[in-house]
């Protein structure tokens, strides 16, 4: 699932400013990562991916192919690095 898709899950229709509150993120910043100007924090994205009803893996590995496609990334994560990811998802 991409970014955009848990983006729209997660706020369901409901207002950028109602969820910010119930989130506790300004909603300023929630604007933001609505509108894709900013990818969002640990905080946010644990919010997003609960609020669209996704694992906090699969929130990660959404946002890993964002970010990778915002920079222009060719490759996928390295192996190492996407073991540490698997291994911060086991740990929390």
């Known amino acids: 699932m991409s970014y955009t898709e848990i983006l729209k899950l997660a706020l369901d229709g409901k207002s950028v400013n109602s969820l910010a509150k119930q989130w506790g993120i300004p909603q300023q910043t929630l ?4 509108r894709g100007e900013r990818l969002p924090s640990f905080k946010a994205a644990k919010a997003l991916a609960q609020a669209a009803g996704i694992s906090a893996e699969e929130m990660l590995e959404s946002l890993a192919l964002e970010e990778e496609a915002r ?3 060719n490759r996928g994560l390295s192996a190492d690095v996407a073991q540490s990811v698997e291994q911060l998802i086991r740990n929390q």
């Open 71 to 73: 920079k222009g990334y």
């Open 31 to 34: 604007d933001k990562y609505a």
